[in-house]
């Protein structure tokens, strides 16, 4: 793997594996700063499974969380605000 490629821009999933004992709040926090470097109109939903693909040893917890982020981005789900409370009468 060539650190740096159009998949991982910085490296940060590659390095994640190699970290011995890495929590899943530090996969958590990596996997946060990768989805903000992919490139401007790229789909960080349709790259995790390739990440998958190349790193996705099955018992670490990048895997765990690229596989929850995986969930997450295909139900987006309404946020709360201003909109959502009903209004004192």
Do not use: N
Request: glycine share 10%; net charge positive.
């Amino acid at each position: 793997m060539k650190k740096g490629d159009a998949l991982d821009p910085k490296g940060l999933i590659f390095e994640a594996y190699r970290i011995e004992g890495i929590t899943e709040a530090e996969c958590r926090t990596i996997f946060l700063d990768w989805a903000l470097s992919v490139p401007a109109g790229g789909d960080a939903r349709a790259l995790i499974p390739q990440l998958l693909d190349r790193y996705g040893v099955e018992d670490h917890p990048m895997t765990k969380v690229l596989r929850e982020g995986l969930e997450q981005m295909s139900a987006p789900r309404r946020r709360g605000g201003w909109r959502s409370r009903p209004r004192d009468t």
